[in-house]
């Protein structure tokens, strides 16, 4: 179980540009979350995937932010346009999900700024 | 809309001290309740969660919570706080089985002192 990994850690841009982050799970765990989280605040959940479908967004996860998992295993998160406000810790976590269980398993993060 | 509000943002205890942190969730349906823990330096780990069944859980380096649905609570617990203990404390829930997502608090600064 080598735990949940997520690329880059960093990552410095300019505003106007796009970037991508990759997720890679557990193995074998279904489902896939993406949260955000900024400084002195909890994380706020944008999406998540069980297997390959997109089972739920957040009104936070405005046009410019697009969510894959295409084979059901790892998954990116794209920001088109940053925005100094996308500045932030973005969190990926995964999970096995039962009819009466689902206990999420976060990364590391990456650390996006926006200049 | 769920949330979850956590009354203390910044506790500061000496070694051996007892904490609580306080913990209430807004929703009135079946709940499962989770607390994260981040060290410094380190991504959210589990403590511990709620799902059924007894009330009191035990988690992880001594922690415990206890659910008190008629208050809406889960409050974490240790009797006898360490140095190593000093991190960020969130409670999360997760408010249907329908959803996967987890509403979190926003967090608890706790610092022990040695």
């Known amino acids: 179980d080598t735990g949940v990994s997520q690329n880059p850690r960093h990552k410095i841009t300019k505003r106007g540009q796009n970037v991508t982050f990759r997720c890679d799970p557990i193995?074998?765990?279904?489902?896939l979350y993406w949260y955000r989280q900024t400084l002195g605040q909890g994380p706020e959940f944008l999406t998540y995937f069980q297997n390959e479908a997109q089972l739920e967004k957040s009104r936070l996860l405005s046009d410019r932010f697009s969510a894959e998992r295409p084979k059901g295993s790892f998954s990116t998160l794209e920001i088109q346009r940053t925005e100094q406000g996308d500045s932030a810790m973005y969190l990926c976590?995964?999970?096995?999900?039962?009819?009466?269980?689902?206990?999420?398993?976060f990364g590391p993060g990456t650390r996006l700024t926006v200049l | 809309a769920q949330s979850v509000s956590q009354h203390n943002h910044h506790v500061i205890l000496s070694e051996a001290a007892s904490l609580e942190l306080g913990c209430n969730y807004s929703y009135g349906g079946t709940v499962n309740l989770f607390w994260y823990v981040q060290y410094p330096g380190q991504h959210l780990q589990l403590l511990l969660k709620y799902f059924s069944g007894d009330p009191l859980v035990k988690g992880i380096k001594g922690f415990e919570a206890e659910f008190i649905k008629s208050k809406f609570s889960f409050n974490l617990r240790k009797p006898s706080v360490q140095w190593s203990d000093t991190a960020e404390y969130f409670c999360?829930?997760?408010?249907?089985?329908?959803?996967?997502?987890?509403?979190f608090g926003q967090g608890t600064t706790l610092q022990v002192k040695p």
């Open positions: 193995s074998e765990h279904n489902r």
């Open positions: 976590a995964s999970s096995y999900t039962t009819a009466s269980t689902d206990t999420q398993y």
């Open positions: 999360a829930s997760r408010g249907s089985s329908n959803t996967g997502k987890l509403i």
